[in-house]
Antibody, heavy 120, light 109 residues
């Protein structure tokens, strides 16, 4: 069955960096576009970033543009999110999710999330 | 940017009752691009409905979606114990971008 498992969350000081990972199984990873979506405590869901199935195209929310970098390694079935210059407002659960390139408009599977806390 | 407003914020109902959740968009949304998700604490969000009214794989038929333009509705015909959760609507816009409503919590009365 489809599984997406995030890891790498933790506590980081403001201005610090962290890399999140999402390991996929149960489907052909290289066939799917992958996303990061986050949820701050007590808030709704916010889309963060998209990477095309082959890594050729990447898109970011304005709130993270220039600070976060999405990447993938299709040989390892793994998605990454490199987060730099972290701010308190980046504190959130981070979820990876997939979409088909031909059906970008909805996320059909999600992971359970990993928690990032930015605090001094 | 299209803003999605969900109402009510919280819906207090008993098992067996009907739940009607609303999602209103600040501008017209293509019917193809409106989806609904269920989210329980500590779990992965789950796709329920895409394209306004198409049920995702494995979703029971007590869940249904409707609407057009700026007004969309998720209906749960008869609440089961496992349906108590937070529900989000989501739209896709060109850029590309994805936006979510703030959620409706369906809780046990």
């Amino acid at each position: 069955q489809v599984q997406l498992v995030e890891s790498g969350g933790g506590v980081v000081q403001p201005g610090g960096s962290l890399r999140l990972s999402c390991t996929a199984s149960g489907f052909i990873f290289s066939d799917y576009c992958m996303h990061w979506v986050r949820q701050a405590p007590g808030k709704g869901l916010e889309w963060v970033a998209l990477i095309w199935y082959d890594g050729t195209n990447k898109y970011y929310a304005d709130s993270v543009k220039g600070r976060f970098t999405i990447s993938r390694d299709n040989s390892k079935n793994t998605l990454y999110l490199q987060m730099n210059s972290l701010r308190a407002e980046d504190t959130a659960f981070y979820y990876c999710a997939r979409t088909r390139a031909a059906a970008l408009h909805y996320f059909d599977y999600w992971g359970q999330g990993t928690l990032l806390t930015v605090s001094s | 940017e299209i803003v999605l407003t969900q109402s009510p914020g919280t819906l207090s109902l008993s098992p067996g009752e009907r739940a009607t959740l609303s999602c209103r968009a600040s501008q017209s949304v293509s019917s193809r691009y409106l989806a609904w998700y269920q989210h329980k604490p500590g779990q992965a969000p789950r796709l329920l409905i895409f394209g306004v009214s198409s049920r995702a794989t494995g979703i029971p038929d007590r869940f249904s979606g409707s609407g057009s333009g700026t007004d969309f509705t998720l209906t749960i015909s008869k609440l089961e114990p496992e349906d108590f959760a937070v529900y989000y609507c989501q739209q896709y816009g060109t850029s590309p971008t994805w936006t979510f409503g703030q959620g409706t919590k369906v809780e046990v009365k």
